[in-house]
């Protein structure tokens, strides 16, 4: 079972940046593509943006496309969405997660990833 932490997260003003990172334990982290999925208050989880297991590609929702930049360094096992010119609906528990099957970019669906961290806040203030 892969384990999966997130840090980064914090109160930001509106057009600021901040970096989230995905640390994670365990083999074959680099088998797997990985995804960031955000969850606002009263509303479902929701998308972000995934990565494929090599890094070479990568797909974002509609709302974070040309702000947001998801990459992954395997050496580290790690993941990292790099978040810029922030909006204040941005604002969400943010959460990583390994896809279920190996060697494909992830799908947009929540129940397609099997492994979850704990969540990073993020504020953005307008």
């Known amino acids: 079972q892969v384990q999966l932490v997130e840090s980064g997260g914090g109160l930001v003003q509106a057009g600021g940046s901040l970096r989230l990172s995905c640390a994670a334990s365990?083999?074959?982290?680099?088998?797997?593509?990985m995804g960031w999925f955000r969850q606002a208050p009263g509303k479902e989880r929701e998308f972000v943006a995934a990565?494929?297991?090599?890094?070479?590609?990568?797909d974002y929702a509609d709302s974070v496309k040309g702000r947001f930049t998801i990459s992954r360094d395997n050496a580290k096992n790690t993941m990292y969405l790099q978040m810029n010119s922030l909006k204040p609906e941005d604002t969400a528990v943010y959460y990583c997660?390994?896809?279920?099957?190996?060697?494909?970019?992830?799908?947009?669906?929540?129940?397609?990833?099997?492994?979850w961290g704990q969540g990073t806040q993020v504020t953005v203030s307008s």
């Open positions: 997660a390994g896809y279920s099957r190996t060697h494909q970019l992830p799908t947009h669906q929540a129940a397609d990833f099997g492994s």
């Open positions: 365990g083999s074959f982290f680099n088998k797997y593509g």
């Open positions: 990565v494929s297991w090599s890094g070479g590609s990568n």
